[in-house]
C-alpha cells in the first residue's frame, strides 16, 4: 500500500514517519543532532548535519516503501547562508538566539523583528552567499526539490514576508535581494521529486501547525499543549481575540483562532534539570504539600514575557526535598506556564490535548494535568509534526482535499486526570509561581 512520508526538523533530531492512509504509522526513524550553546544567548545548529545531511538520512532509515509523497516541516525560526549547492555556509540560527534580538524589543510578539535580524547577521557573515535560507528550504533542496517555504514559515518571518511578499526594501536593507530568499508556496504544494520518478516533494508548514491538524483540538476550550523542546500552548476560541503578550493566529477551521504561544519552559528545561540532578532513590516520594517551585527560565522567557533576560531558579527549596520533588517541581512549573497563558488569553478551558515527545515521559503529563486541573489527553502518536507533514504530503499527491480530514488521523493514547491529592498545594504553589515570576521580571527592570 503506497505511504505518505513526513519529516520534522526539530530542536533535537530530525523525525520521520510514514503513514497509510489512515493515518497509521508503518515506519519511523529518528536521527539526532546537536544543538549548541557555547554561550547562554547563543541557539544554533550544524545546519550542514541537522537540516541538510538529517532529512535525507532520515528518510533513507525508512527502508524499501512504496512512497507516494514527502513534505517537511520545522521549527521557527531559523536561517543559515547558503553556496550554490544548497549547502549551509554559517551556523543554522534558531528561535531565542541572541543574534536575532531588536533594539525596539517593546513592538511585541509577531513583530519583533527576530528574522530579519538573523537575515541581517548572516549577510554579514556571509555578504557574498547565494542564498539565506531557513531549514525547511535547506532539507527541500536537499531532497531533491527547489528552495520552497510555505505561506505559514513565511508568515513567521514578518516583517520580512507579508500579504505582498517578501519586503525589498527591508532586505535591501541587509544587503540582501528578494531573489536569494526562498520561494513561498501555499502548504501542500508540489515542489519537485526525491530523484528522477521519485516520490512527489511537498511543502509542509511550521512544526505547531502539523502538530494541530491531527490534534483533533477543535472545540472551544479546547487546549493543545506541545510538548517538545519549546513548550508551546494553543487554547482554541470561537472569535478573533488579541491579549497583550500573547500571539493569535488562524484555526484550520473556519471562525476559529487560536491564541497562546511558545515558551521555554519545555523540554529544554526539564532536560537541564535531569541532567543537573540525582536519580531519585528508592522510597524517595514526594508529599502533595512539600514541593519547591521552579521559575523555569533557563534562557529567557518568550510567551508570555519576551524577556531574554531572565533565568531560571528553584524557590523554597529546604532540607527535605530530593531530587524526586525537585523533578516534581520542574513537571509543575511547565504546568503553571501553560495555565498562565490560557489565564491571561481569558479561555475557559475543557480539557489538553498533549503531543509531542514529552508526552512518554508520565511524570510529565501527571505534571501538566495537575498544574492546570485539566484532564490530559495524550496523542497516540508523539510525533505529531511529521504525522501532520505526512498529511500535507496527501495534499500534494492529490489524495486529499480538505484540511480539516486531518482530524480522522487523530488518536488518543490515555487521558491522565488530575491527582486530587496535589489540588489544595498546587493552587498555593501557582500562586507562588506567579508571584515569583512578576518579582523576576520587575527586579530585572530595576537593573539599569
Excluded at 67 to 96: I, N
Aim: negative net charge.
Amino acid at each position: 500500500m503506497p505511504v505518505t512520508v513526513g519529516l520534522d526538523i526539530g530542536t533535537t533530531s530530525v523525525k520521520c514517519v510514514a503513514v497509510d492512509d489512515e493515518g497509521t504509522v508503518v515506519a519511523r526513524s529518528r536521527i539526532p543532532h546537536r544543538v549548541l550553546t557555547p554561550e547562554p544567548d547563543v541557539l544554533e545548529h550544524d545546519a550542514n548535519q541537522a537540516w541538510r545531511r538529517g532529512p535525507r538520512r532520515a528518510f533513507k532509515a525508512l527502508g524499501s516503501l512504496d512512497v507516494d509523497a514527502v513534505a517537511v516541516s520545522a521549527m521557527v525560526p531559523s536561517l543559515t547562508a547558503v553556496d550554490a549547492r544548497g549547502r549551509p555556509t554559517t551556523p543554522g540560527l534558531l528561535y531565542g538566539d541572541r543574534r536575532g534580538r531588536t533594539l525596539d524589543a517593546a513592538r511585541g510578539p509577531g513583530a519583533d523583528g527576530e528574522a530579519l535580524e538573523f537575515l541581517r547577521w548572516s549577510a554579514q557573515a556571509a555578504p557574498d552567499a547565494y542564498g539565506y535560507w531557513s531549514a525547511p528550504a535547506v532539507a527541500s533542496r536537499a531532497l531533491g526539490g527547489e528552495a520552497v517555504i510555505d505561506l505559514g514559515v513565511a508568515f513567521t518571518t514578518s516583517p520580512l514576508f507579508g500579504r505582498d511578499g517578501w519586503d525589498a526594501a527591508l532586505c535591501a536593507s541587509c544587503g540582501v535581494s528578494v531573489d536569494q530568499l526562498p520561494r513561498v508556496e501555499m502548504m501542500g504544494a508540489p515542489i519537485g521529486r526525491l530523484g528522477p520518478g521519485g516520490p512527489l516533494l511537498s511543502t509542509g508548514s511550521v512544526d505547531a501547525m502539523c502538530e494541530q491538524l491531527v490534534s483533533a483540538a477543535d472545540e472551544d476550550g479546547d487546549v493543545h499543549v506541545l510538548c517538545g523542546t519549546t513548550l508551546i500552548t494553543w487554547a482554541v476560541l470561537p472569535e478573533w481575540r488579541e491579549v497583550p503578550g500573547l500571539w493569535t493566529i488562524p484555526h484550520i477551521a473556519q471562525g476559529r483562532s487560536l491564541i497562546g504561544g511558545a515558551s521555554n519552559a519545555g523540554g529544554l528545561f526539564l532536560g537541564r534539570v535531569d541532567r543537573a540532578i540525582a536519580r531519585p532513590a528508592p522510597g524517595d516520594t514526594v508529599d502533595p504539600r512539600n514541593v519547591p517551585v521552579w521559575l523555569p527560565f533557563v534562557r529567557g522567557e518568550r510567551t508570555p514575557y519576551h524577556r531574554p533576560d531572565l533565568r531560571a531558579s528553584l524557590h523554597d527549596f529546604d532540607l527535605t526535598h530530593g531530587p524526586a520533588a525537585i523533578r516534581r517541581a520542574a513537571w509543575e512549573a511547565t504546568g503553571f506556564v501553560a495555565r498562565q497563558i490560557v489565564e491571561l488569553a481569558g479561555v475557559a478551558p475543557k480539557r489538553i490535548v498533549a503531543s509531542g515527545g514529552g508526552t512518554r515521559v508520565d511524570g510529565w503529563m501527571q505534571g501538566l494535568a495537575d498544574a492546570t486541573g485539566l484532564p490530559v489527553h495524550v496523542a497516540a502518536v508523539p510525533d505529531g509534526a511529521a504525522l501532520g507533514a505526512a498529511f500535507l504530503a496527501r495534499v500534494a499527491a492529490g489524495l486529499e482535499t480538505n484540511m480539516l480530514d486531518a482530524r480522522r488521523w487523530a488518536r488518543t493514547d490515555r487521558v491522565v486526570e488530575p491527582d486530587a491529592a496535589f489540588a489544595g498545594p498546587v493552587e498555593d504553589r501557582y500562586r507562588r509561581f506567579l508571584e515569583l515570576a512578576a518579582r523576576a521580571v520587575s527586579d530585572s527592570d530595576a537593573v539599569p
